[in-house]
């Protein structure tokens, strides 16, 4: 992962296969200044990080057909190239199992839908001071 | 101006008092009136295929339970970031016989889903006349 630069502007993964939530998502970010990628999928994800070496966070919804996000974080976390690269679950489902689970499978943070712009602004502080 | 005002101001109180829509609905547009606009034809387009998509599931002879959640999960999210709060929690009952593989339950629910939907939108096409009368007669939202 690269180092943050570009006056703390993060270029944020977002990630979700609904398009209502990848635009609310992908607005509250570029609120906040920093540059946004939305896709529709965990495969889709993965394979822009293959083309995108600058991704500074991923932000992924839990609930996606063929790959859930606790999967893509898996594979992030289970990867050299990608592990050090921040992942936060999003979910509308306040389940603490799932919670736990993914916070032990290193996500750094775990957000409720509907995610608020006082959610996007502490994480993604929390993570340019990282 | 005034009573269009008076108007808007009593149909958003009665639609807060059902529990159609909540407190969210409104903050989508301190991202501006445009951004929530979009939001709301995009719930719209996504929710009409996610619920012909449900139908379709369940009118196959082995379905699969769960994608089913798959889909309902994901109208259940978008209905939140909209503040659509009584869709949410009939998409969430649905979601329950899913993960219970129960058919008759996801069946019985969907309709409901569909029911809350309909009405949902019936409000949200009622306060969009109304904003767009406010905005044509020079006022604002």
């Known amino acids: 992962m690269s180092s943050l630069t570009d006056g703390d502007r993060m270029h944020v993964l977002a990630v979700d296969d609904s398009s209502v939530d990848r635009a609310v998502i992908s607005t509250l970010l570029r609120s906040s200044k920093h540059r946004v990628t939305a896709v529709d999928s965990g495969k889709r994800a ?8 600058n991704v500074n966070m ?19 976390k289970g990867s050299t190239e990608y592990r050090q690269i921040p992942v936060v679950i999003m979910s509308s489902e306040n389940i603490p199992t799932r919670i736990t689970k993914c916070l032990e499978e290193g ?3 775990f957000l409720l839908k509907p995610v608020r712009s006082s959610d996007v602004q502490r994480v993604c502080s929390r993570m340019m001071t990282r | 101006m005034q009573e269009l005002k008076r108007s808007f101001a009593d149909l958003k109180y009665s639609i807060a008092r059902e529990k159609i829509l909540n407190e969210v609905f409104d903050q989508l547009y301190e991202e501006g009136y445009d951004f929530a606009s979009e939001t709301i034809t995009l719930f719209h387009s996504e929710a009409e295929k996610s619920l012909t998509e449900l139908t379709a599931r369940l009118d196959q002879e082995i379905v699969n339970f769960h994608m089913l959640e798959v ?9 939140l970031i909209i503040g659509a709060a009584r869709l949410a929690d009939a998409c969430l009952t649905m979601a329950t016989y899913c993960d219970a593989s129960n058919k008759q339950g996801c069946v019985v629910s969907l309709n409901h889903v569909k029911e809350e939907y309909q009405l949902l939108m019936s409000k949200i096409e009622s306060i969009r006349k109304l904003e767009n009368e406010i905005i044509a007669a020079g006022g604002s939202i």
């Open chain 1, 46 to 53: 993965l394979e822009l990080l293959d083309l995108e070496p």
């Open chain 1, 107 to 109: 996500a750094e943070d």
């Open chain 2, 71 to 79: 889909v309902i999960n994901r109208l259940k999210g978008s209905g």
């Open chain 1, 58 to 76: 991923i932000i992924t919804d839990y609930w996606m057909p063929d790959m859930t996000g606790f999967e893509l974080l898996k594979k992030v």
